[in-house]
């Protein structure tokens, strides 16, 4: 059936949500600021300063100390949403129009912003490395993936880890295109895609009706915003925090340690390690896509 006037690929719209709330003020966290500041009061300027150049892993900063930094900025950004949130609501119903995108675009900015904070703690590579508006394939695959683990759908974990093995076992500091943009984890991403454009389309719906009542609303909206978005930080914690990519016992070997381009050359090979357990995990675990 050719796509009607009107009807919009779930997979599109998710799409488009996240890189409209990727190019808003703010939601771009440096990586260098955030753990310069964010590791400041529980470890030495050695550690911090190891943990910039190379990963918090590579520093030997224990999961222990990351888990409370990261609970730390999932608290400050769980406030931060909620009374934003809440502040949408006020106007009420007559106000709808407006307040709903802008606060299911300030929402996906936040996931964005916990997302990151916590991707670098638990080692992984800068996501925005460069200054522009446009965001790459890449990142915008691996963001994907971190926001199916906060919904909680397992192929997305699944996913995850493969990512975070292939890049430990080339001790990578960036993220493995080929895999995540025409390889293996592709197909997952675009599933994962597709369940969030009509989960997120869902969700939004729920909160403008929480909306309509001017003042009642605000309190609802802010509330909801708490109870769906802390337990959804707190997932995507967890999940990064058990891979051994932030684990600093788990150390590469001498020797294995390859540079950009060579990490490139040798990508195919990694992933295709890896491409017959992931197939075995997604095939058990069936995503919650809804049934048409």
């Not at 939601?27 to 260098?32: A, D, G, L, Y």
Request: hydrophobic share 45%; net charge negative.
């Amino acid at each position: 059936m050719k796509p009607g006037k009107g009807i919009e690929n779930p997979e599109s719209r998710f799409s488009t949500v996240l890189v409209s709330a990727a190019k808003l003020p703010g939601v771009r966290i440096n990586r260098e600021a955030y753990l310069r500041s964010a590791l400041a009061r529980r470890c030495s300027e050695e550690e911090i300063r190891k943990a910039i150049e190379e990963t918090p892993a590579a520093a030997g900063i224990s999961v222990e100390v990351l888990d409370k930094v990261a609970a730390d900025s999932i608290r400050y950004e769980t406030a931060k949403v909620s009374a934003l949130s809440a502040a949408a609501g006020i106007p009420g119903v007559l106000a709808l129009p407006a307040t709903v995108p802008a606060d299911l675009a300030q929402y996906v900015g936040h996931m964005l912003r916990i997302a990151q904070k916590l991707a670098y703690l638990y080692s992984w590579p800068d996501l925005f490395s460069d200054e522009g508006d446009d965001v790459d394939d890449a990142t915008m695959a691996v963001l994907t993936l971190f926001f199916g683990v906060m919904f909680g759908t397992q192929s997305a974990n699944a996913a995850v880890g493969k990512v975070a093995a292939m890049m430990s076992e080339q001790a990578a500091k960036k993220l493995p295109q080929k895999a995540l943009t025409k390889g293996l984890i592709y197909p997952i991403v675009k599933k994962v895609a597709a369940y969030l454009g009509v989960k997120m389309t869902k969700d939004s719906f729920a909160k403008s009706v929480s909306k309509a009542i001017p003042l009642v609303g605000a309190a609802v909206s802010g509330t909801l915003t708490f109870a769906t978005y802390l337990p959804m930080a707190k997932r995507l914690k967890k999940h990064l925090a058990g891979l051994p990519l932030a684990d600093p016992s788990h150390r590469m070997a001498d020797g294995d340690v390859v540079d950009g381009e060579v990490v490139e050359d040798h990508e195919e090979a990694v992933a295709a390690a890896h491409a017959e357990q992931l197939d075995a995990d997604t095939t058990a675990v069936k995503l919650e896509e809804p049934q048409h």
